[in-house]
């Protein structure tokens, strides 16, 4: 049976930036996009998609309302606790 490699989290339909131009959430690197983080602070699955990007060591963008840097900063302190 043929499964999709990348088949959609259950959370992801409640997703709001699936609604807005995607090149919102990916700034030019070392950029922080606030309207970005903005929204992503009012959607309902934001610590789903943080922890999954933070899961798969996401590289590039916004997720959860953060960049990769404070992603990353986030991940240590997780490590730490
Ligand atoms: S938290 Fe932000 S990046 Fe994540 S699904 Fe919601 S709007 Fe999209």
Redesign the pocket.
């Known amino acids: 049976m043929f499964m999709p490699i990348n088949e959609p989290a259950d959370?992801?339909a409640?997703?709001?930036?699936?609604e807005?131009d995607p090149e919102l959430?990916f700034p030019d690197r070392g950029e922080h996009s606030k309207a970005?983080a903005r929204?992503?602070g009012?959607?309902?699955?934001?610590g789903?998609?943080?922890d999954a990007?933070l899961e798969r060591d996401e590289r590039f963008?916004?997720?959860?309302?953060l960049n990769t840097r404070q992603r990353d900063r986030l991940a240590r302190r997780r490590r730490s606790a």
Do not use: H, N, R
């Open positions: 959370w992801e409640d997703a709001i930036c699936g807005v959430w970005a929204l992503c009012q959607c309902p699955v934001q789903e998609c943080l990007a963008g916004i997720w959860g309302g």
